[in-house]
């Protein structure tokens, strides 16, 4: 496991941040996917210990985040979603700094800054100060100074931030190529869902500091795959019932189609079968859901209805 | 196999832990503040260092011709030369202090870069200790090696052992001195730094330095009111270390105390003003 966490709380004074979450993040990509001020943040920080935390426990590639947090910087990146450079340095100095920082001996340090800033594509902007990169220059030079070190954990908080579409893109694809290339497991902290979407095998979901789903993007889609939104000829509030007997999940926003999730393992077929029982005629049967988006809205609209 | 990749690729070696740090911070940060103004200051700040070396190039020449007795007397060689030395380098200590300091943990606070420190296996102690050796490094460079220096000069021109037998323990009193004078104008310098801006810093150091010496100028006839300044306080203790007459009326311990309260309050507003991450309620 990547990280792991057991009712782990940051909370700033009164205001609690991260609520008590029980998780684990194992090797590979996961996106931590949440709207603004779920605690995605927070939660980065926590286990890098840059906040303090209330209560509960958590471990970094196991070592304890209360104890061993030196141990672990070591071993971890972090992109921060704030532009935090350092001004008066060049893109070469500030990454070759940030290698030193972690550990890295001198030459090491400025051999792999020159590559690193190559891989993000900064190669030719190397000599030039911070200060003078445009946004997106900003948001791969932050991703070249927490990758220097090669950790075996990288956090990227928001790390499409402020970047036009053709920057985004390539931000993901090289996002993409770190997690390809070596060992390291990334957790990619993101309120953009096709972000996550295209990078990650997995995502959890955080609203109000509490986690909402956890699981494997292929589940979620697996999920996707037994919604539909039917159009049906015959008494569609008789068929709804009937389809809720048989233990569906009926949505009916539209005046002339309805949503239905199917029980699991259920082919969409079968619709076919109960139309008939129910003497209706399906008109039009569509997958209902999608996107990922979906998803996520439908788990903010319950957690919204919870707290209503 | 590519002939040339530019792609992301692992890095194998290992990390080291020695010597700290600290000691990237204050390495980087020498070789960042390095700037024209500062170069300037340090070209300046050699002159009086100049006078010095030729004060005691004429007493080696002319302190033993009892013609020029008078002159040979104010040219004498002893532990006041030095602390005089010291003493004169006061003000431009200070202006190197706020050139190389005034944005040295400020423009970290400014871009938020802390955050980019504390990820990483850095610790209070690293991050103050690194930018306090910056200050002593360029605090050094005009007061602590040209006076070193100054005592070697002498010792080459007396060109016997008879003014190191008497004066052997002037280097130890220079380091001492030194060592007091920076952690405390440089403490206070960093302190200041961290809860000012860049561009406010130096103005408030000046003011916290030379407020207090005009209110002891004011109340001049109550001596206890020197401990509110911290150059009185520094004067006094310097010259204990070289052994000269006390300028102020106040007790040594008290202008010792008073400076560890000093470094105390500045240390205590690093702790409370660097903080890796900013948190707004």
Not at chain 1, 167 to 181: N, T
Request: charged share 20%.
């Amino acid at each position: 496991m990547s990280v792991q966490l057991e009712k782990f709380t940051v909370a700033y004074g009164p205001t609690i941040a991260v609520d008590a979450v029980t998780a684990s993040f194992p090797a590979g990509t996961t996106g931590l996917l949440g709207p603004n001020g779920a605690g995605k943040s927070s939660l980065i920080k926590g286990l890098l210990g840059l906040v303090s935390v209330r209560s509960g426990r958590a471990a970094i590639l196991e070592h304890d985040v209360a104890t061993e947090c030196r141990t672990i910087r070591r071993f971890v990146g972090y992109m921060p979603e704030d532009d935090c450079l350092i001004p008066g340095l060049t893109g070469l100095g500030l990454v070759r700094y940030a290698g030193e920082l972690s550990g890295m001996p001198p030459q090491d340090a400025m051999q792999r800054a020159h590559e690193v800033l190559f891989a993000v594509g900064l190669g030719e902007a190397r000599y030039r100060k911070v200060e003078t990169y445009s946004q997106g220059m900003k948001q791969r030079i932050k991703l070249a100074q927490a990758i220097v070190h090669d950790p075996k954990l990288l956090f990227l908080d928001e790390p499409t931030s402020g970047m036009d579409p053709r920057g985004r893109q390539e931000m993901l694809d090289l996002i993409r190529e770190i997690s390809g290339r070596g060992a390291m497991s990334i957790v990619l902290a993101t309120h953009i869902l096709v972000d996550v979407e295209r990078t990650c095998d997995r995502v959890v979901i955080l609203t109000r500091g509490q986690v909402r789903e956890d699981a494997r993007i292929e589940d979620l889609r697996g999920e996707m795959a037994s919604a539909f939104t039917v159009r049906i000829e015959g008494d569609r509030a008789a068929f709804e019932s009937f389809l809720r007997g048989r233990g569906c999940e009926v949505r009916a926003d539209d005046k002339q189609a309805f949503d239905v999730t199917l029980p699991a393992r259920t082919p969409p077929n079968t619709l076919f079968a109960w139309a008939e029982e129910a003497g209706v005629v399906v008109r039009k049967l569509v997958p209902a859901i999608q996107t990922l988006e979906d998803v996520f809205v439908k788990r903010l609209e319950e957690e919204h209805r919870a707290h209503l | 196999m590519p002939i040339y990749d530019q792609a992301y690729k692992p890095w194998e070696g290992a990390f080291v832990t020695k010597p700290g740090t600290w000691w990237v911070i204050a390495r980087t940060g020498v070789r960042t503040v390095w700037q024209k103004w500062l170069i300037l200051l340090l070209i300046f700040s050699s002159f009086p260092f100049a006078v010095r070396a030729v004060q005691i190039y004429l007493n080696s020449r002319i302190g033993g011709d009892s013609q020029f007795e008078s002159i040979a007397k104010q040219l004498e060689i002893h532990g006041g030369f030095f602390e005089g030395f010291l003493k004169g380098q006061g003000f431009m200590l200070v202006l190197v202090l706020v050139i190389a300091g005034a944005g040295l943990i400020a423009r970290d606070r400014e871009s938020r870069a802390l955050s980019l420190y504390f990820s990483r296996p850095v610790e209070f102690r690293d991050y103050v200790g690194g930018k306090f050796l910056i200050l002593a490094f360029y605090a050094g460079l005009i007061t602590l090696v040209p006076a070193l220096l100054l005592f070697v000069i002498q010792l080459f021109l007396t060109g016997d052992a008879s003014f190191f037998r008497e004066f052997y323990w002037i280097p130890f009193s220079i380091l001492g001195a030194f060592a007091v004078s920076v952690a405390v104008l440089g403490g206070m310098m960093l302190a200041v730094s961290a809860a000012a801006g860049s561009r406010s810093a130096a103005v408030v150091f000046f003011a916290v330095l030379w407020f207090p010496e005009i209110i002891r100028n004011i109340l001049s006839r109550i001596p206890a009111a020197g401990y509110f300044s911290v150059g009185a306080n520094l004067r006094q203790i310097l010259s204990v270390f070289f052994g000269t007459e006390r300028p102020y009326d106040f007790s040594t311990a008290g202008a010792a105390g008073a400076l560890a309260v000093y470094l105390g309050i500045s240390l205590a507003v690093l702790r409370l003003r660097i903080r890796p991450t900013e948190v707004i309620r």
